[in-house]
């Protein structure tokens, strides 16, 4: 029996072993979207779990978070990962096991709860958005280009059999200003890459432009993609310690008046949705991989704005992952100073976000 097979079947195993407590919190795998034709991706809803998210803060996955959103009524965890987590002595050539078995964990949890898992190399061999950059580019450099499609050629060997409506890969994390020739010719051969090993598997593209831009270089190689929800950015990202300037962002309201514009629902829908629908009517799925705000807009602005983007997105038929489940983003312990929070489970729960949440999952 190969590793891969047997691998698989332990993932299968143990999700068949907590089938009973499952039942116990109402979780039925059976739930779990199927992958749909022509191009069109389940409505996922969820959230951005974040144990693999910076290798500084690397631990293992909490049951919890998995139980939890289930129990809320969601069904996707994106799990946003630095690749520095699994490689071993800081040799971006070895993989460590034993890390990847933690990976392997949050897998199983998936399955075990009817959850969708999305891994993402938020930080890939010679890309990321956060800091310190990686010392090559992953969009120039053929040696990072070789070793981001090793990495992800293990994963494609290690998940092979496991069904895309439990499983997808997201290669990269909101590309910047990146070439469109030079995202097409990266992404290629990373799917080539995975498509060796598991030709099956369901492979998600993030937009250029941070997510923003629809990645129509991409039409032609069978992937779905994936946009954002942070417009307007100085709404979202009110002082955000790790944006240069958010301190000095003025107070955000929503509809927000800048740039002499009125920054509101109409406005989204034709910066944020129309370009997308346009591009998802050739035949690509489309959903928005992560949307937030950060705990320092004033609370009252917050619900507005995101009421009216999860109206869009449920009139565009598009699921959702909202970046954090806890956290300064998330529904629990947001520590945000002017909302009003519900002791749950020994937490802070942000009922009021977690009301629309459930609201924004209806059919549209």
């Known amino acids: 029996m190969t590793a891969a097979i047997s691998r698989r079947t332990c993932l299968a195993t143990a999700a068949a072993s907590v089938a009973g407590a499952g039942a116990l919190l109402g979780v039925s795998c059976a739930t779990t979207p199927k992958i749909e034709p022509e191009g069109k991706l389940p409505r996922w809803y969820g959230f951005n779990l974040q144990p693999k998210f910076m290798v500084h803060d690397n631990r293992r996955f909490d049951e919890e978070d998995f139980a939890w959103i289930r129990e809320l009524g969601f069904n996707f965890a994106r799990i946003p990962m630095d690749y520095r987590c699994w490689i071993d002595g800081g040799d971006w050539t070895r993989f460590s096991e034993p890390a990847l078995k933690e990976i392997d964990e949050g897998v199983a ?4 709860y009817g959850v969708h898992v999305m891994l993402n190399f938020h930080r890939a061999p010679g890309y990321t958005v956060a800091q310190p950059p990686e010392p090559l580019s992953v969009w120039t450099d053929e040696a990072a280009q070789k070793i981001c499609a090793l990495h992800w050629e293990k994963f494609a060997e290690r998940y092979k059999g496991i069904p895309s409506s439990r499983l997808s890969f997201n290669l990269f994390n909101e590309p910047a200003m990146v070439p469109s020739t030079a995202y097409r010719t990266t ?3 990373m799917v080539e890459s995975i498509r060796r090993h598991d030709p099956a598997r369901l492979i998600v593209c993030d937009g250029r432009m941070w997510g923003k831009a629809a990645p129509t270089e991409l039409l032609d190689l069978g992937v779905a993609a994936s946009t954002r929800g942070y417009e307007p950015f100085h709404l979202t990202h009110y002082k955000a310690s790790w944006v240069q ?3 000095n962002y003025p ?3 929503y509809p927000l008046k800048e740039d002499g514009e009125v920054k509101d629902k109409a406005w989204l829908q034709k910066k944020c949705i129309d370009p997308w629908k346009e591009f ?3 035949g690509v799925g ?3 991989g992560e949307f937030g705000v950060y705990n320092q807009t004033p609370y ?4 507005s704005w995101m009421k009216d983007c999860l109206d869009l997105w449920r009139e565009a038929g598009w699921g959702w992952a909202l970046w954090g489940f806890r956290g300064s983003f998330g529904i629990i312990d947001s520590e945000r100073a002017d909302a009003q929070y519900e002791n749950w489970k020994g937490h802070k729960l942000d009922r009021a976000m977690l009301n629309l949440l459930q609201q924004g999952m209806a059919k549209g």
Do not use: F, I, W, Y
């Open 109 to 112: 949890l998936g399955e075990k």
């Open 187 to 189: 992404v290629q051969r």
């Open 245 to 247: 300037g958010a301190d």
């Open 251 to 253: 107070l955000p309201t």
């Open 280 to 282: 998802e009517a050739k």
């Open 286 to 288: 489309v959903m928005v």
């Open 300 to 303: 009252p602005v917050v619900l």
